[in-house]
């Protein structure tokens, strides 16, 4: 009896903390809280690559897909920046039309200037417009852009970083509605059609 009821207990705390045995890990729990409710995003400001300052609020496109990435990084972040360069091509439409802006933010502040920023661009063949890169204003400001979008980052001991990676769907209201995996193309283009649909309803 007194093993049924630990295991019970067991049953009922996983199921707790795995919201409803739907998320294993708390990447997929992040994933899952911005479907179920789209979390309003401070009005952060960046330093573009291409020159300049925005704020969030400010930038161009009424939906944001945005990634974080450091420039030196050679899987995820090399990953990221050949599907953004598809995703150029896919969304082109929406881009030329100003609906859609694809942003890449650096946490590595001091090392990725708006030169380093600029040739990992053109790493991936991106040369067509519609891709922001930029990079915090200031040091204390890596931390708020990571800690609003769930980001993790942690030192490698090696000059890298280990971090989770993800497009980040941000609607017009400027809340993040949907995280979508590195490899799926076809759930960012969906999602950031979605968001365009509704709002032409």
């Known amino acids: 009896m007194a093993a049924a009821l630990a295991c019970a207990a067991g049953l009922v705390a996983a199921h707790a903390a795995t919201d409803g045995f739907r998320a294993y890990t708390l ?3 992040r994933r899952l809280q911005a479907l179920r409710a789209a979390a309003s995003l401070p009005d952060l400001a960046l330093e573009l690559a291409d020159g300049g300052r925005a704020r969030l ?3 161009p496109g009424r939906v944001l897909l945005v990634d974080f990435i ?8 090399t ?4 599907v953004y360069a598809q995703l150029q091509q896919r969304l082109g439409e929406a881009i030329a039309a100003g609906e859609v802006q694809l942003v890449s933010v650096t946490f590595d502040r001091e090392r990725d200037g708006a030169a380093e ?3 990992y661009r053109a790493r991936h063949g991106a040369q067509r417009p519609g891709w922001a890169l930029g990079r915090p204003e200031s040091p204390a400001d890596v931390q708020r852009w990571l800690n609003a979008f769930g980001v993790v980052v942690i030192p490698d001991k090696l000059g890298g970083y280990a971090h989770n990676a993800a497009i980040h769907v941000v609607g017009p209201d400027r ?3 949907a995280i979508v995996d590195v490899a799926d193309l076809d759930g960012a283009e969906a999602a950031a059609r979605a ?3 509704r ?3």
């Not at 450091?70 to 972040?77: I, L, P, V």
């Not at 990953?79 to 050949?82: H, N, T």
């Open 27 to 29: 990447e997929s729990a």
């Open 199 to 201: 709002g032409k309803r």
């Open 79 to 82: 990953a990221l920046g050949s």
């Open 175 to 177: 809340k993040l509605a």
């Open 70 to 77: 450091y420039t030196r990084c050679e899987t995820y972040c």
């Open 57 to 59: 609020s400010a930038l």
């Open 195 to 197: 968001i365009l649909a």
């Open 117 to 119: 920023l600029r040739a």
